[in-house]
């Protein structure tokens, strides 16, 4: 299992994918729905490698604001203390999730070296235990 699950809609799939190699290559093990293989029962793995993680990062956007698979892996972490939200495009985080501090990652170009991702990656060490 995972230290790190990423939570996202599908039309954030590339920032994912740049943060989620990111964080790998600070350490982390991660997780995200690209490890999905053809014929599995999705669900029940989500929910598997969502219980598992030590942290849980949700990518807030315009789009993931309307996703109820988003909203439900972002109340779960909330719920399991283990949420870090990141802003993507400007927007806050919806009603219910303000309450965790969200680091601001509108604009961000991949750069391992900018101040979100070391927040980030200080954050996520705090979470796992590190």
Do not use: C
């Not at 994918?17 to 793995?45: C, K, M, N, T, Y």
């Not at 802003?87 to 985080?93: A, S, T």
């Not at 965790?100 to 391992?112: M, T, V």
């Amino acid at each position: 299992m995972a230290d790190v699950f990423v939570s996202y809609v599908s039309e954030d799939r590339a920032i994912a994918e740049q943060i989620s190699r990111r964080l790998e290559g600070a350490g982390f093990s991660v997780w995200w729905d690209r490890h999905i293989h053809g014929g599995v029962d999705f669900a029940p793995e989500i929910a598997r490698q969502l219980d598992a993680a030590k942290v849980v990062i949700v990518l807030w956007s315009t789009a993931s604001l309307e996703s109820g698979w988003v909203r439900d892996e972002a109340q779960q972490a909330r719920d399991d203390n283990k949420l870090i939200p990141l802003r993507l495009d400007g927007v806050q985080p919806p009603l219910g999730f303000r309450q965790a501090q969200s680091l601001d990652f509108s604009g961000w170009n991949g750069d391992p070296t900018v101040e979100a991702f070391a927040a980030l990656v200080d954050s996520a060490r705090d979470f796992a235990g590190r």
